[in-house]
C-alpha cells in the first residue's frame, strides 16, 4: 500500500478530528462546514472518551456533502506514558466493554480537572465555573485543553501553548493523574466492540517520548490494525520509522490532521489517508456502524 497519499488523489480522506463535545472549539455542523472548505471529502470524528457528537454527524454531513467517519479517541496508559488509540467505527452502544472502560476515565478525568483547578486556583484568578464555561455542555468531557482555555480568557496565560508548557505541565506542581485503561486492554475492548483500531501519533515528540517498542509489539498482538504514520508531530524520520514498522507487521497507514479548531494550529486536511486504506477499515469494521454520506 502507499505510504504517502497523493494530495492531489480523490476523495482526501481525514481521520482524526476533534469537536466541542470534547476539547475543539467548534460544533460538528462547523467542523463539518471546515472541512468542505479545505475540500475535504470524507473526515472522521473522533472525540476523547465520547461518542456524543456522533448523533449530530448525519445533519453535519447532509449540509457539507462530507462524509463521516464515526470514531473515538480513546485515552490510555502505559508506564506513565499517555497513549491515544483511534477507533474507527465501534458500536456506539452504552453496555459494551469499551463504553465501560470510557465512562470509568471520563469520571475520573472530571475528578482529576476539579483537582487541579482547585490547586491552580490557589495561585492564580480560576474557579470551576470559568473552566465550565468553556464547554459545549454537560456531556462535554472536560479535561485540561478547557482549563487552558479558561487560562486564556483570565489572562494568565497566551494561548493554551503556553498553558501546557507551564501551569498544566505533568511535572508541574498543580498536576493530578487520572485512571485510563491499559492499552493492550483498549485494543481487545475496539475488537470487541466491532471496530477498528489505530495507534493515533504514536511517534508524538511534544507528548514526550515516542511510544516503546515493545508496547506497539504488545498492541499488535492483541489484535492493533494500523499506525496514524502522518500526523504533524511525526518528523520525516519518524514517519520512515513508523511506516517501516507498520509494513512488517501488515498494518493500516493513516494520516490525519488532530485538529482541534482555534485550540490548536493543526488544518484540516494537512494529514491524509489513502482511499484503499478507508476501504480496508470500512471492510474490517464489524459493529454495524458504517460511514455517513451525504
Do not use: C
Amino acid at each position: 500500500m502507499s505510504d504517502e497519499p497523493d494530495v492531489g488523489l480523490r476523495p482526501r480522506i481525514d481521520l482524526h478530528s476533534h469537536s466541542s463535545w470534547s476539547d475543539g472549539t467548534t460544533s460538528v455542523r462547523e467542523l463539518f462546514a471546515d472541512a468542505a472548505a479545505a475540500g475535504l471529502d470524507v473526515l472522521a470524528l473522533t472525540d476523547h472518551d465520547t461518542v456524543a457528537g456522533w448523533e449530530e454527524l448525519p445533519e453535519a454531513v447532509a449540509a457539507s456533502g462530507v462524509a463521516a467517519v464515526p470514531g473515538i479517541e480513546v485515552s490510555a496508559e502505559y508506564d506513565g506514558r499517555s497513549v491515544h488509540i483511534l477507533a474507527l467505527l465501534p458500536d456506539p452502544a452504552a453496555d459494551t466493554g469499551l463504553a465501560a472502560e470510557m465512562a470509568r476515565a471520563r469520571a475520573s478525568r472530571d475528578e482529576r480537572a476539579r483537582a487541579m483547578v482547585d490547586r491552580i486556583g490557589t495561585d492564580h484568578p480560576l474557579r470551576w465555573d470559568d473552566v465550565t464555561s468553556q464547554v459545549a455542555d454537560d456531556s462535554t468531557v472536560i479535561g485540561r485543553p478547557h482549563i487552558a482555555d479558561a487560562l486564556v480568557a483570565q489572562g494568565v496565560v497566551t494561548d493554551r501553548s503556553e498553558a501546557f508548557a507551564q501551569i498544566l505541565s505533568p511535572r508541574g506542581p498543580y498536576y493530578v493523574p487520572y485512571y485510563a485503561p491499559d492499552p493492550v486492554r483498549v485494543i481487545e475492548l475496539i475488537r470487541e466492540a466491532g471496530g477498528v483500531s489505530i495507534a493515533a501519533h504514536p511517534g508524538s515528540v511534544t507528548r514526550g517520548d515516542a511510544l516503546p517498542l515493545e508496547l506497539l509489539e504488545a498492541m499488535v498482538a492483541a489484535g492493533l490494525d494500523g499506525v496514524e504514520v502522518h500526523h504533524r508531530e511525526h518528523g520525516p524520520d519518524e514517519r520512515e520509522r513508523l511506516s517501516e514498522f507498520a509494513r512488517r507487521h501488515d498494518l493500516l497507514i493513516t494520516g490525519g490532521s488532530d485538529h482541534h479548531g482555534e485550540g490548536k494550529p493543526n488544518e484540516l486536511g494537512e494529514n491524509l489517508t489513502a482511499p484503499q486504506v478507508l476501504e480496508q477499515i470500512e471492510a474490517r469494521g464489524t459493529s454495524g456502524t458504517r460511514l455517513i454520506r451525504s
